[in-house]
Each structure stands twice: as C-alpha cells, then as structure tokens.
C-alpha cells in the first residue's frame, strides 16, 4: 500500500532527526530518492507514496510534503516530526528500505541530494520547464534508477 509523501518524511524524521541534519530540502530529497529506487527494486509494480513527484523549479517535489513542510518548519534543522492527521503505519520490509536509503544518502546534505535530482539524463531535468510544474512519470523514475541498479549489479 502506498504511504502519504509526508509518512515517509516522518519517518526519517523519527529515525534520524535528532542528529540535526535533516533540513527542508534534504527531507524533500530524500523522499524522492527513495520513492524512485522503490519504484526499481519492485520492478515498477509498487510506489511508495499515493502522490506522484512533480517537477518544480527547486526539483522533483511532492507538493503535500511541500506544502506540511512549508507550515509546519520556520527553522532550519527538522527534529521534530511533522503534523498530520495521519495514522499510517510503515511495514517493517518498507522501514529496512528507508533505513538502507538513508545509510546510502542521509550522508549528504540537501544541496547535494538536489544535484543528483537534476543532473542531465534524470526524469527531472528530462521533462522540467520553469514554472510549469509537470508531473513526473512512474515509468521514466523507474527507467533511471532502474538503470542505476544496473550499474550497480555491474
């Protein structure tokens, strides 16, 4: 079952907050990175969120998690999760997931991060247009970290 973009950040949050280093654009980031390696590793039958990424100016976004994260944060560092209604629960196969993403990403800050989601070749960059907010397609997110996997596998 797919979760809500901000049930994933939460997680993270809850995992990994207290260290301090989980800032806005890092938690945007870091979902989108692990929603376009889960789409990979489930060979394109499973997303991780119910909300497509959407190519903004700042990168791959889900607006939800924008927007909870805009009203929720006036700071810089996140450590506390954000409010929501939400009552999802992560399955503990997901929560191994997010944990291996983190252990390969959460190393990184969030400028970082984001120049991975726009270099030449990713679904981002193949499809942005300033201003126009076009959503990402689930089989171009696929094709890209499915074919990092390939190299990966070598």
Excluded at 120 to 140: F, Q
């Amino acid at each position: 079952m797919p979760y809500n973009p901000t049930t994933i950040a939460n997680y993270f949050i809850e995992r990994y907050g207290k260290a301090g280093e989980l800032t806005p654009m890092k938690l945007l980031k870091l979902t989108y990175i692990a929603y376009g390696w889960y789409l990979a590793i489930t060979d394109g039958k499973k997303r991780l969120t119910n909300e497509h990424p959407i190519a903004w100016d700042m990168g791959p976004v889900f607006p939800t998690l924008y927007s909870n994260i805009k009203k929720n944060y006036k700071k810089w560092n996140i450590t506390t999760t954000i409010l929501t209604a939400l009552t999802e629960t992560i399955t503990e196969q997901d929560k191994t997931f997010l944990d291996k993403i983190w252990s390969i990403y959460g190393k990184y800050d969030g400028v970082y991060l984001s120049a991975l989601t726009h270099q030449d070749g990713t679904p981002w960059r193949s499809v942005y247009s300033k201003g126009c907010n076009i959503p990402l397609k689930d089989e171009d997110i696929y094709r890209h970290y499915k074919g990092k996997m390939a190299t990966i596998d070598g």
